[in-house]
């Protein structure tokens, strides 16, 4: 892989198509053009810059020579990470998953807690006929804010007559952060040790509930032979189906935040918006920048476990700000890193951010 991204880099042409479509590029020192054109000529390039990268992928959608200028950040940090030269709080993060499967260090025993405070019972995932495993990203079975998803999820699915299982403390982190963060050994590692569990159980479908891990097992686990689809999907086709009505108004003007992993990397922007126009009261709303154009919240390469040093106004403020302007009192979204990101600045301006399963349990 190193050597084949050491001979793409040579195809770069210096167009700055990267670059032009960067969140980061223009307000901070990040310039993915600068950097591919360094690595071109073996330059030196400080420490500091690749750090900046969100994965958000919008520089490898523009390129025209196919370069992907994302992959050339992880190679980047790669060679760092095995430096030891990287930020201490995503030096801790590393550390936290390869003891406990997932960035903070949560105890492993603790993963599944969320689905004991339900007032329906979720079987193993061995238990099932199905086989259709519903996986819980790290932040959502951790993070107080965000343990709602899981939860809201789950409802929705048995109401709509779906049967899905979980692995409990037997789920580990998907690796699609600590990949982006360069750490490849761990990344194999977290592969191959959920490959194995969901061979043990016969897993035949994958729901995620996060838009990483849905990319991490469509796009990084090679053939598994299972079907992997994000939520969304699967509730949207319930609804069109009738297995899953809306029963009430949420009448609220909504503006929609489409994820980078969900959206432009995944190309899933209709689920979503199919799910927010079935209910009724809802108006809903787009941001200027939607769809493949979506601006990054800035969550994602593993920035949501550090700060970078450059003072700016973040994404995550410009989105709300937009969003205020627009008029809208809710902004919905389909990630959790979207959900933690966009909500302080949310709150601030006195307005409300929720994930697409919060609009959804307060309808049905």
Same mark, same amino acid.
């Given at each position: &892989?190193? *050597? $084949? &991204? %050491?001979?793409? #880099? +040579?195809?770069? &042409? $210096?167009?700055?198509?990267?670059?032009?479509?960067?969140?980061? %590029?223009?307000?901070?020192?990040?310039? @993915?053009?600068? =950097?591919? !054109?360094?690595? $071109?000529?073996?330059?030196? @390039?400080?420490? *500091? +810059?690749?750090?900046?990268?969100?994965?958000?992928?919008?520089?490898?959608?523009?390129?025209?020579?196919? #370069?992907?200028? %994302?992959?050339? @950040?992880?190679? =980047? !940090?790669?060679?760092?990470? *095995?430096?030891? +030269?990287?930020? =201490?709080a995503l030096q801790k993060a590393l550390e936290n998953t390869a003891v406990q499967k997932n960035p903070w260090g949560k105890s492993r025993g603790k993963r599944g807690v969320w689905a004991d405070k339900l007032d329906i019972e979720i079987p193993h995932v061995s238990d099932t006929e199905s086989k259709r495993l519903l996986f819980t990203c790290c932040i959502q079975a951790y993070d107080p804010r965000c343990m709602v998803i899981p939860s809201n999820v789950a409802r929705i699915l048995n109401k709509g007559g779906l049967e899905f299982g979980i692995l409990g403390e037997e789920e580990g982190c998907c690796g699609n952060e600590i990949r982006r963060i360069g750490e490849a050994g761990l990344n194999e590692e977290l592969q191959e040790e959920n490959k194995a569990i969901m061979e043990e159980y016969g897993v035949k479908e994958i729901i995620a509930l996060s838009p990483h891990c849905m990319n991490a097992f469509k796009k990084e686990y090679g053939d598994l032979g299972i079907k992997v689809t994000h939520y969304t999907e699967i509730v949207a086709d319930m609804i069109r189906e009738g297995t899953l009505t809306v029963q009430a108004p949420f009448e609220k003007k909504v503006i929609y935040h489409d994820p980078c992993f969900l959206g432009k990397q995944n190309g899933i922007f209709e689920a979503p918006r199919e799910i927010l126009r079935a209910i009724d009261g809802l108006t809903l709303m787009e941001f200027a920048r939607s769809r493949e154009t979506s601006l990054c919240c800035e969550g994602g390469g593993g920035r949501m476990f550090f700060e970078v040093e450059t003072t700016y106004e973040r994404n995550a403020e410009v989105r709300v700000n937009e969003a205020v302007e627009k008029g809208a009192e809710v902004i919905a979204t389909a990630c959790p890193f979207c959900v933690m990101t966009l909500e302080d600045p949310a709150t601030e301006k006195g307005i409300t951010v929720k994930e697409l399963s919060e609009i959804l349990v307060e309808v049905i």
């Amino acid at each position: &892989m190193l *050597e $084949q &991204m %050491s001979t793409r #880099v +040579l195809a770069c &042409m $210096q167009c700055g198509k990267c670059t032009g479509s960067c969140p980061e %590029s223009g307000k901070t020192p990040f310039n @993915i053009r600068m =950097l591919v !054109r360094k690595k $071109q000529f073996a330059a030196a @390039i400080a420490e *500091e +810059l690749p750090w900046y990268c969100t994965s958000c992928g919008a520089c490898t959608l523009r390129c025209p020579r196919d #370069v992907k200028p %994302s992959e050339v @950040i992880i190679e =980047l !940090r790669s060679a760092l990470v *095995e430096d030891g +030269l990287m930020p =201490l709080a995503l030096q801790k993060a590393l550390e936290n998953t390869a003891v406990q499967k997932n960035p903070w260090g949560k105890s492993r025993g603790k993963r599944g807690v969320w689905a004991d405070k339900l007032d329906i019972e979720i079987p193993h995932v061995s238990d099932t006929e199905s086989k259709r495993l519903l996986f819980t990203c790290c932040i959502q079975a951790y993070d107080p804010r965000c343990m709602v998803i899981p939860s809201n999820v789950a409802r929705i699915l048995n109401k709509g007559g779906l049967e899905f299982g979980i692995l409990g403390e037997e789920e580990g982190c998907c690796g699609n952060e600590i990949r982006r963060i360069g750490e490849a050994g761990l990344n194999e590692e977290l592969q191959e040790e959920n490959k194995a569990i969901m061979e043990e159980y016969g897993v035949k479908e994958i729901i995620a509930l996060s838009p990483h891990c849905m990319n991490a097992f469509k796009k990084e686990y090679g053939d598994l032979g299972i079907k992997v689809t994000h939520y969304t999907e699967i509730v949207a086709d319930m609804i069109r189906e009738g297995t899953l009505t809306v029963q009430a108004p949420f009448e609220k003007k909504v503006i929609y935040h489409d994820p980078c992993f969900l959206g432009k990397q995944n190309g899933i922007f209709e689920a979503p918006r199919e799910i927010l126009r079935a209910i009724d009261g809802l108006t809903l709303m787009e941001f200027a920048r939607s769809r493949e154009t979506s601006l990054c919240c800035e969550g994602g390469g593993g920035r949501m476990f550090f700060e970078v040093e450059t003072t700016y106004e973040r994404n995550a403020e410009v989105r709300v700000n937009e969003a205020v302007e627009k008029g809208a009192e809710v902004i919905a979204t389909a990630c959790p890193f979207c959900v933690m990101t966009l909500e302080d600045p949310a709150t601030e301006k006195g307005i409300t951010v929720k994930e697409l399963s919060e609009i959804l349990v307060e309808v049905i």
